[in-house]
T-cell receptor, first 110, second 115 residues
């Protein structure tokens, strides 16, 4: 079965702290994507990870991919309130479509 | 500006009624997708299309139908056979499903409720 699992599902963080969201997937994936969704809004693309060891950074967010472990991580550094959102990872298993994780709802507390 | 336009933003369906959600893109993308999102849940794929006049069922196609007569347009009809249609519907597009490294781009969504 093609599955993508994220953890944690819910995360409350204090401003200024660091934390990591994990995305595990069930079989070989060519590409791994991270998206952000604000409440009631659509999905915004954050990162595309294409190969083992890939690392991408944008501001306080950094994503990495370990294809051998079938694991991607989204690391948040010195969190700020603006980062409060739901974050989704999605894997491309080569079957012409993306499989999405269930999302991690992140709340940054002042 | 290029993008994906979904309409309407809010839609209400009466019992036994079919309703159609519009999705138009001017990104010149070949592939288009329809997803359903229930509150607090992830995205589930309803239908997708790689090229004009061709489409495939996703994971939850029952009670839905689509057409792809033009590259720019991929309307979704929620039929009366879909007994629990209340959800947030998202349309997306991507360049293609070949060797592209580009992500899917999403519209702003349509929120469908039952009257």
């Amino acid at each position: 079965e093609l599955k993508v699992e994220q953890n944690p599902l819910f995360l409350s963080m204090q401003e200024g702290k660091n934390y990591t969201i994990y995305c595990n997937y069930s079989t070989t994936s060519d590409r791994l994507y991270w998206y952000r969704q604000d409440p009631g809004k659509s999905l915004e693309s954050l990162f595309v990870l294409l190969s083992n060891g890939a690392v991408k950074q944008e501001g306080r967010l950094m994503a990495s991919l370990d294809t051998k472990a079938r694991l991607s991580t989204l690391h948040i550094t010195a969190a700020v309130h603006d980062l409060s959102a739901t974050y989704f990872c999605a894997a491309d298993f080569g079957n012409e479509k993306l499989t999405f994780g269930t999302g991690t709802r992140l709340t940054i507390i002042p | 500006d290029g993008g994906i336009t979904q309409s309407p933003k809010y839609l209400f369906r009466k019992e036994g009624q079919n309703v159609t959600l519009s999705c138009e893109q001017n990104l010149n993308h070949d592939a288009m997708y329809w997803y359903r999102q229930d509150p607090g849940q992830g995205l589930r794929l309803i239908y997708y299309s790689q090229i004009v006049n061709d489409f495939q069922k996703g994971d939850i196609a029952e009670g839905y139908s689509v057409s792809r007569e033009k590259k720019e347009s991929f309307p979704l009809t929620v039929t009366s056979a879909q007994k629990n249609p209340t959800a947030f519907y998202l349309c997306a597009s991507s360049i293609d499903r070949g060797n592209s490294n580009q992500p899917q781009h999403f519209g702003d969504g349509t929120r469908l409720s039952i009257l």
